[in-house]
């Protein structure tokens, strides 16, 4: 069974700082997705990375897939109190239907 | 509907009940998923629907629990005596496309449904 381990499990830190939260696999994963949930809402897509190597810019959000595509970070930069939330790492596990997701980082950006 | 939308968006039950979760995809969307979010937790898959075909149920945890999308469109899980372990947010979601081994597709979130059991 492929899993998703998501680091760090919670994070908690001023408007204005940056941030990195990343998602580790043993498992090679053809594309990995990331996704944002706000209490009391689903996930919402993010991005969705394909490429080895790749690195996706979302304006103060910037991704990347790892080079051996089994790992991929999310960096925000100047982190603003919108930006709170539950950021989900996701995969298409081989051979099958499902979509996987990691455990997530609860991230809290206080004024 | 613009969105994805499930009901009822909170329910209660008492430890034996049987509860049925309503989804309701975007129209036109062949691809229907259902998860389990427990408290603090990421969505676990149960189910998959590519049109009213069932083809992935290797996440329902027990034979109590049920799926099923007659016409393709509207979907329902079902839980059968239900217990306090299976209190969580069940999360529908869909997809225009087919799913196939090698796509990952956007998927759109309905809100869930909270289901607590007593």
């Known amino acids: 069974t492929q899993l998703l381990e998501q680091s760090p499990q919670f994070l908690s830190i001023q408007e204005g700082e940056n941030l990195t939260v990343y998602c580790n696999s043993s498992s090679v994963f053809s594309s990995l997705q990331w996704y944002r949930q706000e209490p009391g809402e689903g996930p919402v897509l993010l991005v969705t990375?394909?490429?080895?190597?790749e690195v996706k810019k979302l304006k103060r959000l910037t991704f990347q897939f790892g080079d051996a595509r089994k790992d991929s970070s999310l960096h925000i930069t100047a982190a603003q109190t919108g930006d709170t939330g539950l950021y989900l790492c996701?995969?298409?596990?081989?051979?099958?239907?499902?979509?996987?997701f990691g455990a997530g980082t609860r991230l809290f950006v206080k004024a | 509907g613009a969105g994805v939308s499930q009901s009822p968006r909170y329910k209660v039950a008492k430890r034996g009940q049987d509860v049925a979760l309503r989804c309701d995809p975007i129209s036109g969307h062949v691809s229907l998923f259902w998860y389990q979010q427990a408290l603090g937790q990421g969505p676990e898959f149960l189910t998959y629907?590519?049109?009213?075909?069932?083809?992935?149920k290797s996440g329902l945890p027990s034979d109590r629990f049920f799926a099923e999308r007659p016409e393709g469109s509207v979907s329902t899980l079902k839980i059968q005596r239900t217990q306090q372990e299976d209190s969580a947010v069940y999360l529908c979601?869909?997809?225009?496309?087919?799913?196939?081994?090698?796509?990952?597709?956007?998927?759109?979130f309905g809100s869930g449904t909270q289901l607590s059991v007593l």
């Open positions: 990375v394909v490429t080895g190597g």
């Open positions: 996701a995969g298409l596990n081989t051979g099958g239907f499902k979509t996987i």
């Open positions: 979601a869909s997809s225009p496309l087919w799913r196939t081994a090698s796509t990952n597709e956007k998927l759109f």
């Open positions: 629907f590519q049109n009213e075909a069932q083809l992935d």
